[in-house]
């Protein structure tokens, strides 16, 4: 089991910029690839990107493509999502996740989920 904790979410300007981290603990060395979601009010969960532990791949959804980067500092043990351009529709609550094995681009294959940190985009 990996623990995750999600921060650096906040109320930002349409345009403008924020980073959020993941800390994570435990089995990290088993993990597959470290996903990043979110959930607007009312709406179902969504992907936005993942990155694989070890090699430098990267998955985007195409809403965020372009705008979006995943990163890793793994003597850290913690995932990074820089979010530039930002939009009012990127309002939500964004959580990571670590999956052990599977697709990466669905969220049945992540097993462990941090408890999420709100962004909201002002326009």
């Known amino acids: 089991q990996v623990q995750l904790v999600e921060s650096g979410g906040g109320l930002v300007q349409a345009g403008g910029s924020l980073r959020l981290s993941c800390a994570t603990s435990g089995r990290t060395l088993s993990i597959y690839y470290m996903g990043w979601f979110r959930q607007a009010p009312g709406q179902e969960r969504e992907f936005v990107g993942t990155?694989?532990?070890?090699?430098?791949?990267?998955h985007y959804a195409d809403s965020v493509k372009g705008r979006f980067t995943i990163s890793r500092d793994n003597s850290k043990n913690t995932v990074y999502l820089q979010m530039n351009s930002l939009k009012p529709e990127d309002t939500a609550v964004y959580y990571c996740a670590a999956a052990f094995g599977g697709n990466p681009r669905y969220e049945t294959s992540y097993t462990d989920w941090g408890q999420g940190t709100q962004v909201t985009v002002s326009s």
């Open positions: 990155i694989h532990r070890t090699f430098d791949v990267t």
